[in-house]
């Protein structure tokens, strides 16, 4: 069992540039989520694929960020024109199913100068 | 929506100290975790416990999903202990996509 992997570990871009990360889950589970941490607080939801899915967006999610589980395998999580604001820590977790608990990868640690 | 609460915020422990963090939850869950976060942000699970008591090693965790809490045990503290804890929960009749919410955490840091 490798676990959900996070793709990469760290990335600085400047502002206007755009980014994707990649996020493998656990193998079995169909049940992908992305989530955002800034500095002191906790993750936030920002969006859940069940398969290939996209079910549900949170309005965290804007315009500039779009996702894509084109499979139902890996996902990818893309912000377009970044911002100074969207420097975060971008978590992917996975489960099998709603009642099972929830595993997150290592993360991907955003820096926008 | 749900607010998940934990305290305190901070707690500064010497080494073989017990501890006990607290994470209220404003409407009733359908399940409920608790995490460790390493220095460098990855969360590792500790607990899924929706209802009752588990335990762990040195660590235990009780919730009483009726009185809408769940309280971290930790015993014997380690410096390796030290770093965020979490307390997530899935709310109950959140449709069927099993997201959570976090609470703020709480910073532990375990002195030798």
């Known amino acids: 069992d490798t676990g959900v992997s996070q793709d990469p570990r760290h990335k600085i871009t400047k502002r206007g540039q755009n980014v994707t990360f990649r996020c493998d889950p656990i193998?079995?589970?169909?049940?992908l989520y992305w989530y955002r941490q800034t500095l002191g607080q906790g993750p936030e939801f920002l969006t859940y694929?069940?398969?290939?899915?996209?079910?549900?967006k949170s309005r965290l999610l804007s315009d500039r960020f779009s996702a894509e589980r084109p499979k139902g395998s890996f996902s990818t999580l893309e912000i377009q024109r970044t911002e100074q604001g969207d420097s975060a820590m971008y978590l992917c977790?996975?489960?099998?199913?709603?009642?099972?608990?929830?595993?997150f990868g290592q993360g991907t640690r955003l820096t926008v100068v | 929506g749900i607010q998940v609460e934990q305290s305190p915020p901070d707690l500064i422990l010497q080494e073989g100290a017990n501890s006990t963090l607290r994470c209220n939850f404003s409407?009733?869950?359908?399940?409920l975790q608790w995490f460790h976060q390493n220095p460098w942000g990855q969360l590792i699970n500790l607990f899924y416990?929706?209802?009752g008591t588990k335990q762990n090693g040195r660590l235990s965790a009780t919730t009483v999903a009726t009185e809408r809490y769940s309280l971290l045990y930790i015993s014997s503290s380690q410096t390796t202990d030290s770093g965020v804890y979490f307390c997530?929960?899935?709310?109950?009749?959140?449709?069927?996509?099993?997201?959570?919410?976090f609470g703020q955490g709480t910073t532990l840091q375990v002195k030798p």
């Open positions: 977790a996975s489960k099998g199913d709603s009642y099972t608990e929830a595993f």
């Open positions: 193998s079995e589970h169909n049940r």
């Open positions: 694929f069940q398969n290939e899915a996209q079910l549900e």
């Open positions: 409407d009733s869950v359908n399940n």
């Open positions: 416990i929706p209802s």
């Open positions: 997530a929960a899935r709310p109950h009749g959140s449709g069927n996509t099993g997201k959570l919410i």
